[in-house]
């Protein structure tokens, strides 16, 4: 243990994830030095700080929320929390993104996270340090800069690192042939924050993931006509007036035409990329070997733990999740590795574990970019992960709940932000619709129960 007694803990990013890490670890004072969680901002709360700017902060750096202005949850309250915490029972089930601010603020008063936070402070270098008796023959010299004065540096060491860094602010743009010839607005979702200014115009949406469906939305309120141009299946359920579907944008032609995979074309005033973004770990050491392929962090052992540096925790990376109970069921594992409830299997047996986790998604037709989008495979991963570390699981009445909102929101996309959910004593739960009509459970997601 570093010759301190106690496992010191650095914590990377005061979001959700970081949060939620620094929480179990102040539970566990027994093991655990109280957590350093370094921030670079000025506020708790990650992607859920509202900013009206886009770009730059006045001090230079950059702003690294992508939350708009109108945006509620689209998972409900009730499996969104977590578990130990839930959301204020007035609440409706799918909340303004204030509120989740709020929620995490009121979380940080609850376990007393305040004090442990370095606010305005970057993290510029994560680096292993081979240590005699350390935890695994490894430490870690973490090297923060307060602010923008580069000058005022300070390195400490600790036992294990949780990187929380959060990953929805490096925007991903696809490489389109003849993107430079656009003539339009180009701009990603990441700088979107309000439907008005885009109001009346001709706009394709890029992208019909949960951000490009919900601006979709937006955007059709204030007028603007709508193409949704993605690659999956063509969506069923009633869109607004103004919305049509397109197939991927294939090419930009010399006159700023898109043309799209089934040779149809257009030429509207924007082109809004909701495509994602790009996970970066600018401050990791090279030699830690953590690289990112086609969206896949590589190579991790539960998504979590690069094998030859087992100290290191990459905490959340995981997409299509509930978030706030993955990180708590994550965060719970970390500790039972770090405290030896669980003992990790030889690096060998890590990268071996990995590499056939991997080809056994990509034979189930998974591909690279998308094996980090859990989804409905959340729950197993959670529950393994709760078996491994000998810890409570998650209950189970949450899978199902979450399940059920994926097929609302897929037959009534329109109106299932309006519903509202009742989990009830015995764990089992109930819906109602915004006319107050309670709906039957999906047969598909039943079975769960």
């Given amino acids: 243990m570093a010759g301190f007694g106690k496992l010191r803990v650095a914590v990377i990013g005061a979001g959700g994830a970081g949060l939620c890490a620094a929480r179990h670890l102040l539970s566990r004072p027994d093991t655990f030095a109280p957590p350093v969680v370094y921030e670079i901002t000025k506020n708790i709360g990650g992607t859920w700080v509202y900013e009206d700017r886009v770009g ?21 309250k009730e499996v969104m929390s977590f578990p130990d915490f839930p959301f204020a029972k007035h609440l409706p089930s799918f909340v303004h993104h204030t509120e989740v601010r709020k929620y995490l603020e009121q979380y940080c008063d609850h376990f007393r996270l305040w004090d442990h936070i370095q606010f305005g402070t970057s993290v510029a270098s994560v680096t292993p340090v081979a240590v005699k008796g350390g935890w695994n023959g490894l430490a870690w010299n973490v090297t923060s800069n307060d602010g923008l004065d580069h000058s005022k540096s300070t390195t400490e060491r ?51 993931g949960l951000s490009g469906l919900d601006i979709a939305m937006e955007l059709s309120s204030v007028n603007a006509k709508v193409i949704l141009s993605h690659g999956q299946r063509p969506l069923t359920c009633p869109l607004p007036s103004g919305v049509q579907q397109a197939p991927p944008v294939t090419s ?69 999740i509930c978030p706030f ?33 991997i ?67 015995n764990m089992d739960w109930k819906v109602h619709d915004l006319h107050g009509q309670q709906l039957q459970k999906p047969l598909a997601v039943k079975k769960q129960m």
């Fill in 325 to 357: 109970p993955h990180f708590h069921i994550q965060s719970q594992f970390v500790l039972s590795v770090l405290d030896g409830s669980f003992l990790l299997p030889s690096r060998e047996d890590m990268e071996n574990d990995i590499e056939l986790d």
């Fill in 56 to 76: 730059c902060y006045d001090n230079g750096l950059p702003i690294h929320s992508s939350m708009y202005r109108d945006l509620r949850t689209n998972i409900p």
């Fill in 359 to 425: 080809a056994a998604r990509r034979a189930r037709g998974i591909a690279t970019r998308h094996i980090l989008k859990l989804d409905s495979e959340q729950w197993a991963y959670n529950d393994e992960l709760a078996r491994l570390g000998g810890f409570q699981p998650l209950p189970c009445y949450w899978s199902n709940l979450y399940e059920s909102n994926k097929v609302f929101r897929a037959r009534d996309m329109l109106n299932y932000k309006n519903y509202n959910y009742t989990v009830l004593e």
């Fill in 158 to 208: 600790f036992d294990a690192v949780m990187v929380c860094n959060g990953h929805f602010y490096d925007s991903y743009i696809p490489a389109i042939p003849g993107l430079e010839k656009f003539k339009g607005t180009l701009m990603h979702s990441h700088d979107y924050r309000s439907a008005e200014p885009l109001a009346g115009k001709s706009v394709v949406v890029l992208g019909a």
């Fill in 252 to 320: 930009v032609l010399d006159d700023g035409t898109l043309e799209f995979k089934d040779g149809e074309r257009a030429k509207p005033e924007v082109f809004l990329f909701c495509t994602g973004y790009n996970f970066t770990f600018p401050f990791l050491d090279e030699k830690v070997g953590v690289k990112v392929q086609e969206h896949l962090v590589l190579p991790l052992y539960k998504f979590l733990i690069p094998p030859a540096y087992p100290s290191l925790f990459i905490v959340g990376i995981c997409r299509a």
